[in-house]
């Protein structure tokens, strides 16, 4: 049986394309037993997609079915009202493509194929529409009153392509959407289930070097599953996965959280999830999650104003040194230490243009900062990270370039109780997904700085001790999250 369906209300509809073996009409996808594939995609192509249309019913009886379709039944009740999709979009990016635009009138209205465009320079603009809206065929309507504005977007059904240009279009569209979207080559028939990696191959410090990717990849494969790589590029490519691991770093107002959250609606098994994301991205929410549950973290005030009587209230809680750090700060960045009252004020000043509140926090200098590698609330590696030499962090970024201090890898057995124990504590606060604990420890007292969504995991750092192990360790994790999910459907 077909792994894909492209279902249209007549084959009539179809005549001027090539036939497929893929081509079934509503009423025999109406009647298919009960056995159907859970995993086969469906591109539906029915003639209109009202409420309680064909088209509706089509998105409906597949999801029903545990089937992945487009346009799915949220996209289909999203563009049925302009304020639903509005809210979606927003009005800054088609202030940003405006220049690229180029319109005798102060109407444009033109059609979206699977994301692609004819004319060159809405592409952009088509792509974005269509990764928020996923739908074969989309027709969008702007208006032009000293700026662009979006003034309709709809899904078309096949029957209303009648032109030859337009045919062609979404042929050559189509053609490549069901090849690089939802391939089904023979990696994937013997795969059990697939995962998609997110990363970025241009960051500058990315959670995970190429090696350690390519070992991760390794692992699922020695496991059954299929992992590939994928960007940004790829938002509208989720429903083809079982599975989404982050590789990179993440932020809320990210496409990395989009990401996240999509691949939970789809259904996949995320790594890591968008409610740890937004526990652990943002410091303020972070340290006043470990303060109210106790759990030891160096003394810390939420600041949100630049009075002086603020700043004569940190001067006496904290002293100085202090760190005054954003709240979505990552690898060392956007954390700068005070010395005196002159630099408390000019630091306050610089990163309250970035953020409403910042954070003010004790000073507490040690020789390394522990990493504790969670997962699912079970300790997997550990490591000290050392500061670089002659400062006061494990990095230090100054201009092109950034250094960063030795550091050694240990069995988690080795760990002092302490640490372990203040470790855990603050993971199951976030949830079960993989966590870096950073902490400092003195004497025997430990305090959590902060825990981290998607810790770093490079090859011949963290994985120093456990070697190969460490991978399939967290693939391990998706394949029982994976097969839990797919028993259960």
Known sequence: MSSLYVVVESLKDWKPYYSSQDLIQFEDYLSLPANIRKKARVINLCQNYRYLSRGYYCSLLAEARGQKVIPSVQVLNDLSKKSLYLMQLEEKSLQQIKDEITSDSGDLSFRIYFGQTEDASLRALGRQIFERFPAPILEVELNYQGHWQLRKVRCLGLSELEMDAQQQCFAEALERFSQTIWRTGKKRKRSRFDLAILYDPAETLPPSDSKALELFIRSAGKLGIAAELITRKDYSR???????????????DHHTYRFARKAETEGLVVMDDPESILRCTNKVFLADLLRVNKVPTPSTRIISDRKKTTLDELEQAL????????????FSRGVVKVDDRQALQSAVNSLMKKSALILAQEFMYTDYDWRIGVLNNRPIFACRYYMVKDHWQIYQHGGDETASGRFDTLPTYEVPSAVLDVAMKACRLIGNGLYGVDIKQKGDQAFVIEVN?????DSDVEDAWLKDELYMLVMQEFLHRMEKKASAS
């Open 319 to 330: 002293a100085y040194p202090m760190v005054l750090k954003i709240p979505d700060g990552s």
């Open 238 to 252: 989720l429903a083809e996965f079982d599975g989404l691991f982050i590789r990179e770093t993440t932020a809320i």
């Open 453 to 457: 969504d998607n810790p770093s995991i």
